[in-house]
């Protein structure tokens, strides 16, 4: 008898010991990372496998929820559709056939049984050519987005109070909320939210005093700091959230006075052209963007190489991001073409710009000759005409481009009153004459000879700064754009 | 042991063994000599860029003209008066003055540069109002890249030979006869080209 309970005490210590083994082991387990993919179709979270130390996916897996598809294994090969797109892999290799154009990838495909693993470095290059449309990859936060179909938004401090937080998202979000002492979380586990200029958001608030952006393992995070207790209140549908002291009554239902719009007294040049847009026009329907801020270049393209360390295809994405924040900041939902290092073609772009009705489309280009910027508009190929209602693709631009010239015009003005040297010509820069509505091209350079200062945070932000504030005074008349 | 039973070997004639033995050692002897030119051939250095001009430029009587010259250090264009030979030819008219822009062009002292080797292999006039440029790879694969540089050398070529030979209405530029996207990464090629568009746009870049 007493052996009987010497040995249920045993078996009891040795399970509790195991479960105490058990406990640390998992505790100290890096948690299994995930790739989300974010579009228009769904958006849903994958297992990330680990093979040879690099981060792979199953690709069949990964395109199911997009659309239809199916994958044929012949080992070494395997065969993958996609609606009428077909791929050719093979076990090992970096190169495929897509539509039977040979395709270099970082790393290696493998092949497991009849699954297909593809490096997820390599998606930036294999999906667009898969889905013909451009997909932005955040390789090291396991974040795809497929489409334009981030979601961005503006932090500012609410006009009458210097104690509550507005953000405003140009699309409704859901995130999970938590508090700490000294922070309050929001956690967007299934919204597309995308970093805004800078990660680090600062206010002059001794309440709130700033906000950081990061993400991580297929999540965004953004967490509000702030020295009092703090809660978040959902307005407009989701598309707004406040955060407040506790104490505070409930905010107002609307946007702030950030995302309201007060046009700036039109220009002399923007008068003469009401007539032919007037000003309480209302946008299209189907506009999701007022711009869209196109980073030229990108993947093989670079652009011209500013200096041995400095590619033209990284600077329009710097100078891109912040024109959106500029833009955001006085209530211009703004889209940016190309928020990575993707491969899109002109052709592409100009149908995204197209397809969003964008009330002015902005192609950000760098250069190391000249001196400050110059802001271009179409100059058209030879007499293509309409056919009915159907536009020419190479002189799409033809009924837009007294607009387009009423943009520069503007944004020229507005540089010049900060000093930066401006010039405004017409160039054969495509896709500028296959976009439909209002469309320029903006060339930034360095106001002196020292190259660096094209990527000086202070003189990006100078000129961007200036675009912003000439496309938030034209917005009437731009926003009548078809 | 009959004579029908001897056994005589086998006999070749005397002239067949010499005449054997001179082909093998002239077989020998050729195939030592092609041994050495392959490898001569092969350690001669390849020429691969010729940077000759593709045509030898035209004598005769000379004729004032007014070339549009590219300006980087101010990105303008600039009328210049310039005395080259001319020839009669409608289309050796406007070779000679993409000659003549090429000259300042590739100059040590140019106020654009080109590349070396750059160069226009021919141009076709084809009624009605229509000319066809055709650049040499060299003239774009060495070109700069920039959507002003590349706007200054599209203007000041079309330019110049609009203003010189009235009529054309509409430009083609082709490299190494084949249609290309960009002539640097922005100028699109892939249109014909407006000649009064880029007037206008040569009036912008002589106003600056």
């Known amino acids: 008898m007493r052996w009987i309970k010497s040995s249920g005490r045993e078996r009891w210590l040795g399970l509790a010991v195991l479960v105490a083994i058990s406990a640390v082991l998992l505790s100290g387990a890096a948690p299994e990372k995930h790739l989300t993919v974010y579009s228009v179709a769904a958006n849903y979270s994958l297992p990330v496998v680990q093979r040879e130390g690099h981060d792979y996916i199953g690709l069949l897996e990964l395109l199911e929820p997009l659309g239809k598809v199916n994958a044929r294994a012949d080992a070494p090969r395997w065969r993958l559709r996609y609606y009428r797109e077909e791929a050719d892999f093979q076990s090992g290799k970096s190169q495929c056939r897509i539509q039977g154009r040979q395709t270099e990838f970082p790393g290696k495909f493998l092949l497991e049984g009849d699954r297909g693993l593809v490096p997820v470095s390599a998606l930036s290059v294999l999906l667009p050519k898969i889905l013909g449309g451009p997909v932005t990859v955040h390789e090291d936060s396991g974040r795809l987005f497929v489409g334009n179909i981030a979601v961005h938004f503006t932090a500012s401090l609410a006009a009458d109070n210097a104690n509550r937080l507005v953000f405003n998202f140009t ?18 586990t299934r919204d597309p939210l995308v970093s805004p200029a800078s990660p680090t958001l600062t206010f002059g608030s001794k309440a709130i005093p700033s906000a950081n952006f990061s993400e991580g393992n297929g999540i965004a995070v953004v967490v509000v700091n702030s020295t009092i207790p703090v809660m978040a209140t959902f307005t407009n549908n989701g598309r707004t959230i406040t955060i407040a002291p506790t104490s505070t009554p409930n905010v107002a239902q609307n946007a702030p006075a950030v995302l309201t719009a007060t046009p700036a007294a039109p220009n002399s040049q923007v008068s003469q052209l009401q007539a032919a847009a007037p000003s309480n026009a209302s946008a299209p329907a189907s506009r999701r963007y007022f711009a869209v801020v196109d980073a030229s270049h990108g993947g093989d393209d670079h652009g011209e190489t500013l200096s041995n360390a400095l590619l033209e295809k990284d600077v329009t994405v710097a100078l891109a991001r912040s024109l959106r924040q500029e833009l955001e ?5 703004t889209l940016v073409l190309r928020d990575s290092d993707a491969n899109l073609s ?6 995204f710009a197209n397809a969003d009705h964008a009330a002015i489309y902005i ?32 002189t799409a631009q033809h009924a837009a481009i007294p607009l387009s010239q009423t943009a520069a015009s503007a944004i020229a003005s507005e540089l010049q009153k900060r000093q930066i040297p401006v010039r405004t010509l017409s160039a054969p820069l495509r896709p500028l004459n296959n976009v439909a509505g209002p469309a320029i091209g903006l060339e930034v350079s360095p106001v002196g000879a020292d190259l660096a200062q094209i990527t000086a945070p202070d003189y990006q932000q100078l000129v961007t700064g200036a675009v912003a504030t000439a496309i938030a005074g034209a917005r009437d008349q731009l926003g009548g754009a078809p | 042991m009959s004579d029908d039973n001897i056994r005589v070997a086998p006999y070749i004639p005397r002239h067949l063994v010499i005449g054997f033995a001179v082909m093998l050692v002239a077989a020998i002897g050729l195939a030592s000599y092609a041994w050495r030119m392959r490898k001569a051939v092969k350690a001669e250095p390849v020429v691969v860029n010729d940077t000759r001009p593709l045509a030898p430029p035209v004598a005769g009587p000379t004729e004032q003209v007014v070339l549009f010259v590219a300006h980087d250090e101010d990105g303008s264009l600039r009328a210049e008066a310039a005395q080259i030979p001319m020839p009669s030819g409608r289309q050796q008219r ?81 490299v190494d006869g084949k249609d290309r996207d960009t002539l640097a990464g922005h100028a699109d090629l892939s249109s014909f080209y407006d000649v009064s568009a880029v007037n206008q746009l040569a009036a912008q870049l002589q106003s600056q």
């Open chain 1, 363 to 394: 192609a950000v280009h760098a250069a190391s000759n000249g001196h400050g910027v110059r802001l271009y508009t179409a100059l058209l190929p030879y007499g293509e005409e309409d056919h009915g209602p159907f536009r020419n693709w190479s």
């Open chain 1, 329 to 333: 900041s006085r209530g211009i939902t």
């Open chain 2, 94 to 174: 406007t070779e000679e003055l993409l000659r003549a822009l090429l000259t300042i062009y590739l100059d040590k002292n140019s106020p654009h540069v080109l590349g070396a080797g750059a160069d226009v292999r021919s141009i076709f006039l084809v009624d009605p109002g229509m000319a066809v440029i055709d650049l040499n790879s060299a003239f774009a694969d060495t070109h700069r890249s920039g959507i002003l540089v590349e706007d200054l050398t599209i203007a000041s070529l079309i330019h110049t030979i609009s203003v010189n030979t009235p009529g054309i209405l509409k430009v083609k530029i082709l």
């Open chain 1, 346 to 351: 002109v052709d592409q772009r100009a149908v």
């Open chain 1, 171 to 188: 699309s409704p979000v859901n995130p999970s909320v938590s508090t700490e002492p000294g922070s309050l979380r929001l956690a967007f």
